[in-house]
């Protein structure tokens, strides 16, 4: 039996994402693949079960039934931690996930053990990622986001941890890096990993289709209120034109737009939309929703149009500019609503990740 445990130098650099790419790797090639994320931050109740969010996707893609025992044994939410210091080993944490680890040993050939944030999250109740990979006796794979000097800076931090608790190191991914700069990052990054005997697994480039958001996602940041066909909130969002800059060019070049105007420029934009499609011969509406700022109603014609077409519109009290700047920083998460995001992590990683050097590490 072999195990791995995915790190990462912070959140949000695509933990998740090669851990995906690597589970559907490791599978295609025969293996009988577990997977677990030993400790996790936030949960999903699925049918009266408390699981962390991204077992969820997991089991979607590995098609598992769900069992906290074995998949997501440790979730750390909202006041966890000042329990567990208020009541130290009121509940043996190392061995409820060496429970899991034998469960899932029993009856798999390879187990992904998931990380949580950075390696020093759990620190708190003494489960760091780097403490519950060494109990696991997992070999880690470091992913950190591209760049050069920062990248190495964090892997050299990130690894501290690792090191400490005498976790071996199967290799790199460097992920999110810029197209034009593969060549260089590849060999600099790999120059300074070769001179500190760690593989370098693979370069990622940045994908900007991952990063696009959902209409929920939007909801949620500007604190809206969905006023028109709710049952769309899970059309992805690809751009955000502005009510006043709408041009030819702009519809020409994108699908899944997002309108952010003000009520009292919303018919004047909606008209603009359908004349530009129909000098374009086009029928679909190129947007995924409409967030209307301010006061005010909404012309008929206006919201037949966005009927017809079943677009989501919401409504804030922020004003287009605040709008705008809340949705541009977004923290886009892969998850079971965003398929087109599962399928190209998968790709991403069978393509830029040497899977047999990872093999040749569990040999």
């Not at 070999?139 to 931090?157: A, P, W, Y």
């Amino acid at each position: 039996m072999h195990s791995l445990y995915v790190a990462a130098t912070s959140q949000h650099v695509g933990k998740t994402t090669s851990t995906l790419g690597l589970v559907s790797a490791f599978m295609k090639r025969g293996f009988d693949v577990g997977y677990c994320k030993p400790v996790g931050q936030e949960f999903l109740d699925v049918e009266d079960l408390r699981v962390d969010k991204d077992t969820v996707l997991f089991a979607d893609l590995i098609h598992f039934d769900l069992d906290p025992r074995e998949h997501s044994p440790i979730i750390i939410g909202s006041g966890a931690t000042t329990r567990l210091l208020d009541n130290p080993g009121s509940i043996d944490l190392e061995a409820t996930i060496l429970e899991a680890a034998r469960l899932l040993q029993s009856h798999k050939e390879l187990i992904i053990f998931e990380g949580t944030g950075h390696p020093g999250v759990g620190s708190v109740a003494g489960i760091s990622n780097a403490h519950v990979a060494s109990i696991l006796g997992a070999g880690v794979i470091m992913v950190v986001e591209g760049g050069i000097g920062s990248t190495i800076d964090k892997l050299n931090l990130s690894m501290a941890l690792f090191r400490e608790e005498k976790v071996p190191i199967i290799g790199i991914i460097v992920n999110k890096v810029i197209s034009e700069k593969l060549d260089k990052v590849r060999h600099y990054v790999g120059k300074w990993l070769e001179s500190h005997n760690l593989p370098l697994l693979g370069v990622i480039p940045y994908d900007k289709t991952m990063a696009y958001p959902l209409m929920k996602s939007v909801v949620d940041a500007i604190d809206g209120v969905v006023t028109h066909n709710h049952h769309q909130l899970y059309n992805k969002v690809e751009d955000i034109i502005a009510g006043s800059l709408i041009d030819l060019k702009e519809l020409k070049t994108f699908n899944d737009l997002l309108l952010v105007v003000s009520v009292r420029s919303l018919d004047g934009a909606i008209n603009k939309i359908r004349s530009i499609c129909e000098m374009m011969d086009k029928d679909e509406a190129p947007l995924a929703g409409i967030v209307a700022t301010g006061d005010g109603t909404p012309g008929r014609e206006c919201l037949d149009y966005i009927e017809r077409h079943q677009i989501p519109m919401v409504r804030t009290g922020l004003d287009t500019y605040g709008s705008v700047i809340k949705i541009s920083r977004i923290e886009v998460k892969i998850n079971r609503n965003t398929p087109w995001k599962v399928n190209r992590a998968i790709e991403l990683v069978e393509q830029n990740v040497d899977i047999d050097a990872i093999l040749n590490q569990l040999a």
